[in-house]
């Protein structure tokens, strides 16, 4: 048996894919979109669908104690949705990277019970991980320097101490 026989192939995972905003329609067709999207990943085949029904945040959120005055007018008007979704993925590598690219609120793998790996097996996974990771951290940098950039030139425009003001609030 080689290697690659070892891996345990045929994974079964539901994934639970969040979205918000408005109006409730558009959140049912970007779950539709989202869900033709993984479909359409190789190795990976949707087995089986159901979206929920769209439902107003403030009404989710009633029962959160930690949501102020404030956070409640900013989501008025916006709706949530999810979709919960069965794949099945040729190998544990395309389940991480659905993972990453879809960003699901959660993910239960199905079957089987036991995975084997090879240790190519795992250092694809770490690697792909990796990988990720400095994309992330790239664009965290870019940011960062934008926002030193951002504040330097209101500095200059605001003159310093009225920026300090502003910053403070």
Do not use: C
């Not at 539709?32 to 929920?52: A, F, G, M, P, W």
């Not at 395309?94 to 790996?117: C, D, G, R, W």
């Amino acid at each position: 048996m080689s290697l690659s026989e070892q891996e345990t192939k045929g994974i079964r995972a539901v994934m639970i894919l969040e979205v918000l905003g408005k109006p409730p329609k558009h959140l049912n067709e970007t779950l539709e979109n989202l869900i033709k999207q993984i479909d359409e990943e190789k190795h990976v085949e949707v087995k089986r669908k159901r979206i929920s029904e769209a439902k107003k945040l403030e009404d989710s959120t009633k029962n959160l104690k930690n949501f102020d005055k404030d956070q409640m007018t900013s989501i008025k008007g916006f709706y949530t949705n999810f979709a919960e979704v069965e794949v099945e993925v040729e190998d544990i590598l395309n389940l991480v990277i659905l993972m990453f690219k879809y960003m699901p609120a959660h993910i239960e793998i199905v079957s089987p019970e036991l995975i084997a790996l090879t240790n190519n097996g795992w250092g694809d996974i770490m690697n792909e991980l990796v990988r990720r990771l400095h994309g992330y951290d790239e664009i965290a940098r870019v940011l960062q320097v934008e926002r030193t950039m951002l504040e330097n030139k209101l500095k200059e425009v605001m003159g310093e101490e009225e920026f300090e003001k502003m910053k403070g609030k």
